[in-house]
Nanobody, 114 residues
């Protein structure tokens, strides 16, 4: 069974940056669509960004122009570069694999202070 392990979360001031990483165990990472989702306090989990096996990307309107998703297939890792962070980006961020999604990471907390 695949394991997805996120890292890189933390506390940052508004306007700052963070880079999240998600490393997948197992093989065939390169064939899967990978994604980042988030759940803010009191809200449902929502899509942040996805990247296909060939590198096509998709973003939620709320993060377009500020966040960038990328992947390194040699390292079985997907990244989320987050710039110009806002307090409303505060959430637990989750990595996902596949479409339909077949695996989730445990989540990493991102807190943006005003």
């Amino acid at each position: 069974q695949v394991q997805l392990v996120e890292s890189g979360g933390g506390l940052v001031q508004a306007g700052g940056s963070l880079r999240l990483s998600c490393r997948a165990s197992g093989s065939s990472f390169n064939i899967y669509r990978m994604g980042w989702y988030r759940r803010a306090p009191g809200k449902q989990r929502e899509l942040v960004a996805t990247i296909t096996s060939i590198g096509s990307t998709n973003y939620a309107d709320s993060v377009k122009g500020r966040f960038t998703i990328s992947r390194d297939n040699a390292k079985n890792t997907v990244y989320l570069q987050m710039n110009s962070l806002k307090p409303e980006d505060t959430a637990v961020y989750y990595c996902s694999r596949g479409y339909p999604i077949d695996s989730w990471g445990q989540g990493t907390q991102v807190t943006v202070s005003s």
